[in-house]
């Protein structure tokens, strides 16, 4: 092999491999659970600050309504991925056990609850999840999911200063910070598809 | 060097699924530019070499070929990257 040859060769491996290694995810799919997650931890968090007494039956299941259909959403869209994608990257593969750890941790915490964790800091645990979940994708080059992290984290932040209004506060970091970044995944302009 | 590597087709494909958990055909059409016939002619030696794993299914009753690096691949392609590297290096230096 001559040496302009071996030249050729690697700089179309480095080409290929720069092309395909997007460390970053913000797919379609992963902006529509960041949606419906983010809306429905956000209403429950909502829930329980203005429900002084009975809590507000309308927050309460519209929240469920969409941890639910996020839960399912989130089933499909692993099922049909694994099923139909043309390329499952090590970077999806990367990011999507650290998701699951985090969150697997994050419902096995909520669990402890009430022993270990009194009702706010048993919704902070959600945020502290969803915040690690964004900085993570943040880390490896979403500033998007930075900046939902970042948010994440300010909510919990100014839950704890000012606990006249910690659920309106852990509300908004997650209609901000985890809805919102959702929306402008889907928003993007040529946002990624994990499906096929 | 790897002879087998030697053809830019096939080291494209090693390059491909390297970043990769596994790829489909036509995506691996896609990012080679080359055609059905050729690739998998290419992709045959490759697996038969032990360089890449082969693995059919059905997506929406139709049959998908994917394709994932293995094991002896990956130690074939870095070991061929670092002589390319050298040979790069030696030409450099004289």
């Known amino acids: 092999m001559e040496a302009s040859e071996a030249r050729e060769h690697l700089e179309m491996v480095d080409a290929?491999?720069?092309?395909?290694?997007?460390?970053?995810?913000?797919?379609r799919q992963l902006g529509v659970t960041l949606v419906l997650f983010g809306l429905g931890a956000g209403l429950l968090d909502l829930a329980y600050q203005v429900g002084t007494g009975a809590l507000p039956s309308y927050l309460l299941y519209g929240g469920f309504a969409a941890l639910g259909a996020g839960l399912l959403y989130l089933a499909w869209w692993l099922l049909v991925a694994r099923r139909s994608a043309e390329r499952i990257s090590m970077a999806q593969v990367r990011?999507?056990?650290?998701?699951?750890?985090?969150?697997?941790?994050?419902?096995?915490?909520?669990?402890?609850?009430?022993?270990?964790?009194?009702?706010?800091?048993a919704a902070a645990i959600w945020s502290l999840g969803a915040a690690i979940a964004q900085l993570v994708n943040g880390f490896f080059g979403e500033r998007r999911g930075l900046a939902g992290g970042a948010i994440l984290l300010g909510s919990m932040l100014v839950a704890n200063y000012a606990p006249s209004v910690t659920g309106y506060a852990l509300a908004a970091g997650f209609f901000f910070g985890y809805a919102?970044?959702?929306?402008?995944?889907?928003?993007?302009?040529?946002?990624?598809?994990?499906?096929? | 060097m790897d002879d087998l590597l030697l053809s830019k087709i096939r080291l494209g494909v090693i390059a491909e699924l390297l970043t990769a958990k596994w790829v489909a055909f036509s995506a691996l059409q896609r990012a080679t530019g080359t055609t059905n016939g050729n690739l998998g002619a290419h992709l045959s030696k490759l697996v038969e070499a032990g360089y890449v794993g082969e693995e059919k299914t059905f997506v929406n009753r139709r049959p998908q070929t994917r394709y994932r690096l293995t094991e002896t691949g990956r130690q074939a392609f870095v070991a061929h990257v670092r002589e390319m590297q050298a040979l790069l290096a030696q030409e450099s230096a004289s």
Do not use: K, N
């Open chain 1, 16 to 27: 290929i491999i720069r092309a395909g290694e997007s460390p970053a995810w913000a797919s």
């Open chain 1, 180 to 196: 919102g970044v959702g929306i402008l995944y889907l928003a993007g302009a040529g946002a990624a598809d994990d499906c096929g």
């Open chain 1, 95 to 121: 990011a999507g056990r650290v998701m699951g750890a985090v969150w697997w941790s994050v419902t096995v915490a909520a669990f402890c609850q009430p022993h270990l964790f009194s009702l706010w800091s």
